[in-house]
């Protein structure tokens, strides 16, 4: 150490200052993660270019980057429970693809690019879609999801499947966020024992530790942008209809939605357009009404938040119903003079008068019971090819769930198909049509298309805690970003069944934007302009990380190959 100078120290730690020329042309670099001598961030701030950019120059192979994101996986699994199944052929898969870019065939920005789903999207390959459950173990699909076939065709590797809420939580009323049967206890990374929230648990862990470029979750009711929230991730929940739902296990046609958990709004981005659009085993994607989707990349633009029109509906920002998130309105209340700088006009008090009337109704609840009994028999199980355990209907995944031990009935119990199964309709009867009706006329006209027209805005902003339930009931879009971390003096609170750290010191929350039915492409400008702004995800570190990086698989490599 002493015969260090301090510059040569410096050199070595950040690989600033080299006598090598071309070295010295880069900008200074962290040696740690350097590849051959030439820079590349860590694999947790990696962005697609990065990935691009290095698979271009030949810095690594697509077989590296699967090679490098097991092993990080392997690192924190037994930990944080958040990948259930690795593709067993994810490496032949991408060794197939780095021939391909070595024969001049590039698919598009993804092409040998790892990414994660989540355990509710099948793939008609070795491995299992199960949203967590034995019931499905084992069984079969006839053909990818047009989720999984898009992703292929974009040139992405399918890496493994993550941990969920079982069901995408539509089983109990006491069970955990993250926990499946198959998949064990998903855990965020920002605290010990960290409620990783959910039902994209895994996907949002995944995600944020850079096990994968990014994951895809889905959402009915904020099971995209609640995990991207408490894990530090950009979610974009697309508007219903955008991505297909085919081959998705359901809880609702009118709600369900897959969409790109990433670390960027830019990422987010490159995902999306990978999966948006029409598939003709969904015809909810009928009604996309663009013949090309927007460029949700080009629409990254740093001036995009000039002029626009930003409401804020205060309403939704309850902290009577919701008092531990009282730290993150001081917060939310300064984005909004960010938002100011960058040019918004901001417009307060956008309420939603239809915020009382929704939460006293029922109707939500009755829409999801009824879609659940007719679209999971219809849109899922019947279009098994194999179905080991004959399951064809609710009531048959409730007896099976009762009689398996290892589904932990009745310690979680199954009250939400109970539920279910009481009402006595579907989602074809005159009951169900009539609480449609009012569900989407108050979330609607008297929530977000209402304050949309009403005060003239391009878009709408709250925090993500308070953001999903509007949107969700009528399947118009959201995208959060980071905008913060609970404070050092937060008091820890467990979730409600008594497992988990639900609020504690470093948990990260998130801003959401809230638009119009298809209007993906402003938001991810408003997203992106606001992110470049801010940068809050650099400044939370997660307390748990795995080391492994490029480099050291790059090197092992290179040593292997030499005599
Ligand atoms: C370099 O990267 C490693 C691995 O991500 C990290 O632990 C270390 O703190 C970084 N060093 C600097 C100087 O940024
Ligand atoms: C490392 O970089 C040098 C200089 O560009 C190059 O000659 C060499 O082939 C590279 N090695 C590997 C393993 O890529
Ligand atoms: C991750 O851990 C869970 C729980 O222990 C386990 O079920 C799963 O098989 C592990 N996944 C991998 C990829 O090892
Ligand atoms: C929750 O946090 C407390 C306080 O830091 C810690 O003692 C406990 O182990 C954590 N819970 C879990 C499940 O890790
Ligand atoms: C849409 O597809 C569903 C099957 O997923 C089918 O039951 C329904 O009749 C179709 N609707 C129209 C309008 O084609
Ligand atoms: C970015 O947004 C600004 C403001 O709306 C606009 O003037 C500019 O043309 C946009 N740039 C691109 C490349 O689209
Ligand atoms: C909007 O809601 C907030 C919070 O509930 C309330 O303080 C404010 O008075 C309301 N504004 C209007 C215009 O209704
Ligand atoms: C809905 O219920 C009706 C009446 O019981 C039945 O005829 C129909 O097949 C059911 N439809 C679906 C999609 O489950
Ligand atoms: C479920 O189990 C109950 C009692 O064990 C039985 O009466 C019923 O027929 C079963 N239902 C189905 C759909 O298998
Ligand atoms: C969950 O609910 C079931 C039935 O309602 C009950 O038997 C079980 O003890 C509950 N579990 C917990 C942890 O509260
Ligand atoms: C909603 O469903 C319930 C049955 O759960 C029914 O009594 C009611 O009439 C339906 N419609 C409305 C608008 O509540
Ligand atoms: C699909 C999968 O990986 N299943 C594993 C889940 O975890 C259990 C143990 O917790 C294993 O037995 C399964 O093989």
Redo the contacts with the bound molecule.
């Keep these: 150490m002493a015969s260090l100078s301090l510059a040569s120290l410096l050199v070595l730690m950040l690989g600033c200052l080299s006598l090598i020329p071309w070295v010295a042309a880069q900008s200074c670099y962290n040696q740690s993660t350097a590849i051959n001598g030439t820079a590349f961030p860590a694999l947790i701030d990696a962005t697609t270019e990065d990935l691009t950019k290095g698979l271009e120059a030949g810095l690594f192979t697509s077989v590296d980057l699967v090679t490098a994101y097991i092993q990080r996986i392997m690192e924190v699994n037994a930990t944080l429970h958040m990948v259930t199944q690795l593709n067993p052929d994810a490496l032949s898969i991408a060794a197939e693809l780095d021939k391909q870019r070595a024969n001049g065939v590039v698919y598009g920005p993804l092409h040998g690019i790892p990414i994660l789903i989540k355990n509710n999207i099948a793939t008609a390959d070795k491995m299992d879609n199960t949203a967590g459950s034995y019931a499905l173990a084992g069984a079969k699909v006839p053909r990818d999801s047009t989720m999984a076939a898009k992703l292929r065709k974009a040139g992405a590797v399918i890496l493994g499947k993550t941990n969920l809420s079982q069901w995408a939580n539509y089983r109990s009323f006491n069970s955990s966020n993250g926990w499946s049967a198959i998949g064990g206890q998903t855990q965020g990374a920002y605290y010990p024992g960290q409620d990783p929230s959910g039902s994209s648990s895994g996907s949002g862990v995944s995600s944020s530790l850079g096990l994968a470029l990014a994951a895809l979750g889905t959402e009915t009711d904020g099971s995209i942008l609640s995990p991207s929230d408490v894990n530090n991730l950009v979610g974009i929940k697309p508007t219903v209809g955008l991505t297909s739902r085919d081959l998705v296990i359901p809880i609702s046609e009118h709600q369900d939605t897959v969409g790109p958990m990433a670390r960027t709004v830019k990422d987010a981005a490159y995902v999306l357009a990978a999966i948006a659009g029409k598939s003709p085993y969904d015809n909810y994607t009928d009604a996309i009404p663009f013949d090309t989707i927007p460029d949700y990349v080009a629409a990254c633009n740093f001036s995009a938040l000039q002029g626009k029109r930003i409401g804020v509906p205060r309403n939704l920002i309850d902290l009577t119903a919701d008092p531990p998130a009282a730290p993150i309105v001081p917060v939310f209340n300064a984005a909004l003079d960010i938002l100011r700088k960058a040019g918004a006009i901001i417009v307060d008090n956008t309420n939603f008068t239809g915020y009382e009337a929704l939460n006293e109704?029922?109707?939500s609840n009755?829409v999801l019971e009824a879609d659940f009994i007719s679209d999971l028999p219809k849109e899922y199980l019947s279009q098994l090819s194999y179905n080991p355990n004959q399951v064809h209907s609710v009531a048959d995944v409730r007896n099976f769930t009762h009689a398996f031990p290892l589904e932990d009935w009745p310690e979680r119990d199954t009250l939400v198909w109970d539920g279910a199964l009481a009402?006595g309709f579907n989602n074809t009867s005159p009951?169900?049509w009539?609480?449609y009706?009012?569900n989407t006329y108050l979330a609607g006209p008297l929530g977000v298309t209402g304050a949309l027209k009403n005060y003239s805005l391009d878009a709408l902003v709250v925090p993500t805690e308070f953001s999903p339930n509007f949107p969700a009931l009528i399947g118009s879009p959201v995208i959060t970003v980071p905008l913060g971390a609970y404070p050092p003096e937060t008091e820890v609170l467990m979730n409600g069944f008594g497992t988990l750290n639900a609020t504690a010191p470093n948990i990260p929350f998130g801003i959401s934007f809230m638009g119009a039915h298809f209007s993906e492409e402003l938001l991810v400008g408003l997203a992106y302009a606001f992110e470049q702004r801010t940068l809050v995800r650099n400044s939370i570190t997660p307390y748990i990380q795995p080391v492994t990086e490029l480099v050291d698989v790059v090197n092992a490599r290179s040593k292997l190959a030499r005599p």
């Design positions: 109704g029922d109707y009755v009402l009951e169900f009539s609480n009706t009012m």
